[in-house]
């Protein structure tokens, strides 16, 4: 019994006495700089890769020689790399105004 009482006053007292830790301040502007940089870079790869979906989409519209079934596909082709450049930039969008929203939020310098 007198152990557990030693031992409880023992651990009592070096929580109390313990110095408090503090974190670092945060650096939200770095973060936020870092998922920007990989946005922009896959929204970039996004825009290089329905381009070469629009021009592939075009060569075989051209030289599909009035054949339904190519013409159709080539249409797809298309319309596709389009929904996929929209979906894209509407993700950059959403992520700059999210990103907007959590500057002010946080208070990020700019």
């Known amino acids: 019994m007198k152990k557990i009482i030693v031992l409880n006053s023992l651990i009592l007292t070096s929580l109390l006495v313990a110095t408090p830790v503090f974190a670092q301040s945060a650096d939200v502007s770095r973060i936020e700089n ?6 922009q870079i896959l929204v970039t790869l996004a825009g290089v890769t329905a381009t070469g979906f629009f021009v592939w989409g075009g060569f075989r519209y051209i030289t599909s020689s009035g ?3 190519q013409l159709e596909g080539a249409k797809k082709t298309i319309i596709y790399s389009a929904m ?7 993700a950059f969008v959403f992520s700059n105004i ?5 500057s002010t939020a946080f208070g990020a310098a700019q």
């Open 34 to 39: 870092f998922i920007r940089s990989i946005i």
């Open 67 to 69: 054949s339904p079934e």
């Open 84 to 90: 996929g450049l929209a979906i894209a930039l509407g």
């Open 98 to 102: 999210v990103s907007e929203l959590a």
